[in-house]
């Protein structure tokens, strides 16, 4: 019996000792906690940015011309753009505020042709208010590399336009310098290539390439559009991409305003090169 | 002549005894009082083991106190080894009450609203002392008892302990095993992560398949509070996890703990003569008093198990980590119903929902309550029940059977080029890729194949065991099955890794594919099991 007493203080003891051991570790193990989670934060946001902002701001959030605006850019880090656009918060408040109840009007000084969608649950949107948080903490975690550089800025159109009529005649195009361009500020690559948002252009999954495809699919049944050979069905799916919209895929996805952004060398490029996938 | 005079009658002792001996008179005095009728001296001798005195004082507060007034002045000395009773109901009650303890701490930092229990979750987690293992502490606990409920009831069937008279003390114990199993469940939701709100989906989705379907629909809209899972459903599950479950479970306590005293602790059954109970009459010379071997030794148990308890949770054992807030959208890959629901879980994979959902956990759970009632032979020897223990055996088996039918390993059909991926990078928990170190990730695309070619260690080790997995996606209908590693720099302190399988479809030729990707940072901390 003097042996259950013994070790009953010997327990209470140890009880005690590992309670002290504990408690002079946990504001260490809370700050670890804090940390991690945060850093959980910048993955999931990284994840909603994928599936959800990457086909207007792009992968990387170098932005699309004439779609939405870079991400990845010194001016949003740099104060400036919160300058322009006359907000006197936080970057953080910023973001969130944008993220959380979209653009219902554009911003004093751009005039991009989409609205920027609410996507808080709080306005009606589809994510909760962690999930806007981890997006923020993404979109703040450009910093670094955007005050050091981040993304090119998206060059704007030079010259005459290529306009929306199909029927106009294009120069010879250079298939290389259309790739180029697909993979650049047009970002066409974003939605067409890395993700399926848009028709693959690359053979995929048993389907040719989108150069072989727009051979047929100009005189098959349920064609809507007005093209009368493979170039002109991707000029106009390029300018005019609701005249005709692919099986399993949604009008209004592609940006409208390609007839203004584009030069017709520009087309002819890009056409060149979607002609030479397949 | 004084117009009022105050009156302590301490002064008055002080004053004919002297200040010293008034003193300790009083100390007496409220020792006795507190004890329900040891004084200091008593105690000291109950520590000490020395002889009580006649009468025995230390039977005065088990007759006059209300704390042991349920509790036996002593015990037959051959209950009181650890065979029969291996003390299992006596540690079920320790638990019983450690959760309500450690359950009260996390009540303070929680409430019940989808909109704000998860947030709690990481304030618990991140800006509470104690939080986490608080929270350890609590799941442990609730798993060990659990088993020890469990364990205590196959005990009781045993050695027989539970035939005439004890029939319904038994019938007490079986809704004190059900209380436990439900508050063990009811308290998976309130995390409100993916984990708590699949894990619950699928036990309650059983109610939905009462039939007809008009009290399925309504019985389910009474659990769940709306068709699915949300504010009304956290609400009603938080409830009956600190409200209605405890006081039920006490209640039941209240009445099992009652009979089992009443009836005596029954002895091992060799013990006695067949057809005979003579827990209650115990000789002198057999007598085990509570004060003092039975108390100290349960204030050491005490102090020892709480010490236990505290070291493994705060360095051995974690409870899951938080999963992703939960979401009745997405359904995780693998989700299973907690352990001591897989046999259940395994039960809907044999067949019909109704029929093995309900109608036969339902006769199970009946037949449990009524076993006393059916196995009606007089005697408790192991000897003469070899059916009845054979039955046991069997049906011990059997559910261990289902519970591993229950598992992930048993007859889910998904692809398996998705459970190929979901090796390295598991839904349900953080796995080998997420875990492994940061640094040692680097930039570029392996192919599984190729793993011994990978710059370090870890990758060759994620890489060897994706290549692995990949044997299992090969199969009649699919040919040339690759893995690729893909890691990138995404942002700072940020890499995307994608692991992607492709394959050759046998009969036409087609290429399949299918990749996932996640995003790693530094500070991710997947290692540390937070």
């Known amino acids: ?278 | 002549m004084a117009i009022f005079r105050l009156h302590i009658p301490m002064l008055d002792e002080v004053k004919q005894k002297g200040l010293r001996p008034a003193l300790k008179d009083k100390w007496v005095d409220v020792v006795t009082r507190v004890t329900a009728g040891l004084s200091p001296d008593d105690m000291r001798g109950v520590l000490r083991d020395d002889t009580p005195g006649r009468p025995n004082p230390r039977l005065t507060p088990h007759a006059e106190g209300f704390w042991l007034h349920m509790k036996p002045t002593y015990y037959h000395r051959m209950v009181d080894g650890l065979y029969p009773t291996f003390r299992l109901g006596w540690l079920s009650t320790f638990f019983g009450v450690f959760e309500i303890v450690t359950g009260i701490y996390l009540m303070i930092y929680y409430t019940p609203s989808p909109l704000v229990a998860y947030e709690n979750m990481l304030n618990l987690l991140s800006n509470v002392p104690f939080g986490q293992v608080m929270r350890d502490m609590h799941r442990l606990a609730a798993e060990l008892m659990v088993i020890v409920v469990v364990l205590h009831m196959l005990r009781t069937f045993i050695t027989g302990s539970y035939k005439k008279p004890r029939q319904f003390t038994w019938a007490t114990g079986v809704v004190l095993l059900f209380v436990t199993l439900v508050l063990s469940f009811s308290g998976y939701l309130l995390p409100w992560d993916q984990l708590s709100l699949w894990a619950v989906t699928i036990g309650a989705s059983m109610v939905e398949a009462i039939p007809p379907e008009v009290v399925g629909r309504n019985v389910n809209l009474l659990v769940r509070g709306a068709p699915e899972f949300g504010a009304n459903g956290l609400l009603r599950f938080y409830l009956l996890h600190v409200v209605a479950l405890p006081l039920a479970g006490i209640v039941a306590f209240g009445v099992h703990y009652y009979k089992v005293i009443h009836h005596g602790h029954s002895l091992p059954p060799e013990a006695e003569k067949v057809g005979e109970d003579t827990a209650k009459r115990v000789p002198m010379d057999s007598r085990v008093y509570f004060m003092p071997q039975i108390l100290t030794r349960e204030l050491w148990y005490v102090s020892g198990l709480l010490a236990i308890l505290f070291a493994a949770a705060a360095y051995l054992y974690n409870a899951p980590a938080l999963e992703p807030h939960a979401n009745p959208l997405i359904t995780p890959l693998h989700t299973t119903a907690p352990w001591y629901f897989l046999w259940l879980q395994g039960m809907l994979k044999v067949g019909d929902k109704v029929v093995w959902g309900l109608i036969v956990p339902g006769l199970l759970t009946g037949l449990l309550l009524v076993l006393p009632y059916l196995e009606v032979g007089p005697s408790r020897r192991y000897g003469d029940r070899r059916i009845g223990l054979s039955l046991a055996a069997l049906f011990v088996a059997a559910m261990a059977m289902l519970s591993y039918m229950g598992t992930p390993h048993y007859a889910v059909s998904t692809s398996p080029d998705q459970e190929a991926v979901a090796e390295l990078l598991p839904q349900t928990h953080p796995g080998p890729l997420r875990s492994a170190p940061w640094e040692d990730l680097a930039y570029g695309s392996f192919e599984a194949s190729a793993w011994a070619a990978a710059p370090n260690a870890t990758l060759q080790d994620l890489l060897r065991e994706f290549d692995d997995v990949l044997t299992n996606v090969q199969s009649a209908g699919r040919t040339d099955v690759a893995g690729v590693m893909v890691i990138e720099d995404w942002q700072t302190d940020l890499k995307k890794v994608t692991l992607r399988v492709t394959w050759t479809n046998v009969p036409d030729g087609t290429a399949g594919e299918f990749s996932q990707s996640v995003y790693l940072h530094r500070n991710g901390n997947y290692g540390e099991g937070a």
């Open chain 1, 1 to 278: 019996m003097k042996g259950q007493i013994a070790l009953g203080l010997l327990a209470f003891l140890a009880l005690m000792g590992v309670l002290v051991l504990v408690g002079v570790g946990e504001p260490n193990r809370m700050a670890e906690f804090t940390a991690a989670y945060d850093s959980r934060q910048i993955e999931t946001g990284a994840s909603l940015f994928e599936q959800s902002c990457r086909p207007c701001h792009g992968p990387q959030g170098q932005g699309i011309g004439g779609v939405a605006p870079a991400l990845n850019a010194p001016d949003l880090f740099d104060g400036s753009r919160l300058a322009a656009v006359g907000f006197s918060g936080t970057l953080p408040d910023y973001v969130r505020g944008v993220i959380a109840a979209g653009r219902p009007v554009p911003s004093a000084g751009t005039n991009y042709p989409q609205r920027m969608p609410t996507w808080g649950a709080e306005y009606g949107g589809p994510l909760r208010a962690d999930q806007v948080d981890a997006l923020v903490a993404f979109v703040l975690n450009w910093e670094g590399r955007a005050l050091a550089g981040g993304s090119a800025a998206t060059p704007a159109p030079t010259g005459p336009t290529v306009g929306a009529d199909i029927g106009v005649a294009l120069p010879a195009g250079d298939a290389a310098r259309g790739k180029a361009l697909s993979e650049g500020g047009l970002g066409c690559t974003g939605c067409h290539v890395l993700a399926a948002v848009g028709p693959s252009w690359p053979a995929d999954g048993g389907e040719p390439g989108v150069g072989a495809r727009a051979e047929t699919r100009f005189q098959a049944s349920g064609y809507t559009g007005k093209a009368t050979s493979s170039e002109q069905y991707l000029f106009e799916s390029t300018v005019l991409p609701n005249a005709y919209v692919v099986d399993g895929f949604q009008p209004n996805i592609m940006p409208q305003n390609f007839a203004e952004r584009l030069s017709a060398q520009d087309t002819a490029d890009l056409l060149a090169y979607m002609l030479s996938l397949r």
